[in-house]
């Protein structure tokens, strides 16, 4: 709304235990809600399995800009600084922690089902989660540098270079829509071809 507020529906897992006002921002697990306040802190509600309890790193949640989220189960939020915090299910892109000396730097972060993809300032790619949902880019990781964009499936992940040129990496079997893999390599055909 206008004023920052927010409105929201009556569900036994989702009722909000304080009053939604001065809201930048709102990501939502399958079962979660963050919202990022106006002072750049961040309010949580919902199942705390699923993203709804962030105690464990409310001291951590601040100046924070941006928030994306897996659907099952796991919030990132961004911070000024360009650190990142993860909270919510540990298998799905909740623990950070085997790549938290390389979230660095992060300007944005793309959330699968089960697995994050964060961009940082030189243009490469750290991502974390589960590898079923993408977390896995060891295949074309040399290859992650100049990245401006990534757009997300499922359970993959597109990574646009500056060149143009487009890399994707994940899970093709639980990748459906108009199936990823596929489309990446019809568009890289095709780039190629308008190259020559």
């Known amino acids: 709304m206008a004023d920052g507020s927010a409105v929201v529906w009556p569900d036994k897992y989702l ?28 309010v949580t509600w919902g199942d705390a399995e ?18 994306q989220a897996t659907m099952y189960g ?18 799905f892109g909740g623990d950070s922690s085997a790549v938290r000396d390389q979230l660095k730097g992060v300007t944005k972060i793309k959330g699968t089902l089960g697995a994050f993809a964060a961009i ?4 490469s790619v750290v991502s974390w989660g589960h590898k079923l949902y993408g977390s896995d880019s060891a295949a074309v990781q040399d290859q992650l540098k100049g990245v401006q964009d990534i757009q997300v499936t499922g359970a993959g992940f597109a990574a646009i270079r500056e060149d ?3 890399l994707c990496w994940g899970n093709r079997l639980r990748s459906n829509a108009n ?5 990446c390599m019809h568009l890289r055909a095709a780039m190629t071809r308008h190259a020559q």
């Open 74 to 91: 796991a919030f990132a939020a961004i911070r000024e600084d360009g650190s990142v915090v993860t909270w919510g299910d540990a298998e």
């Open 15 to 42: 009722e909000v235990p304080y009053p939604l006002k001065g809201i930048r921002q709102i990501q939502s697990t399958a079962d979660a809600f963050a919202a990022i306040l106006g002072d750049g802190s961040v």
């Open 164 to 166: 143009g040129s487009v």
């Open 120 to 123: 940082l300032e030189d243009g």
């Open 179 to 183: 199936d990823l893999f596929d489309s």
């Open 50 to 67: 699923d993203g709804g309890d962030s105690s464990a790193v409310r001291d951590q949640l601040h100046s924070v800009r941006q928030i």
